[in-house]
């Protein structure tokens, strides 16, 4: 059979720099209202610049953040429960990641 890889959707490299929540640009077409012309287009993530509160770091860390990622972390209870309950592939970000295992390494360290 084919190989699975083909299946999955690649990461923007802009993407690694912030919290987009699995959003990727979008492709299709623009219709014409007339003569139902078609033209290609792209629909864009639509991202904003944070800074987003760490209750174990005790900071504000700027994180390009996608709406849809902002409603995940509200409903998660904060930045922190977000990062650490998402698993790492979903994350998809090595700003996340890094966040992430600061917050692990400020945890782990209170508790011993």
């Not at 287009?41 to 174990?56: D, G, H, I, T």
């Not at 209870?77 to 917050?103: C, M, Q, W």
């Amino acid at each position: 059979m084919g190989s699975a890889s083909r299946f999955c959707k690649t990461i923007m490299k802009r993407a690694r720099r912030g919290l987009y929540a699995g959003k990727h640009i979008g492709f299709g077409n623009k219709i014409s209202e007339d003569g139902g012309n078609k033209s290609r287009r792209s629909w864009k993530p639509n991202v904003q610049n944070k800074r987003l509160y760490s209750e174990a770091l005790d900071e504000m860390i700027r994180f390009r953040v996608t709406t849809a990622a902002l409603k995940w972390i509200d409903k998660a209870g904060g930045l922190d429960r977000y990062l650490l309950n998402t698993p790492e592939k979903k994350i998809n970000s090595d700003k996340g990641l890094a966040v992430k295992r600061r917050i692990l390494a400020k945890l782990s360290g209170e508790e011993a």
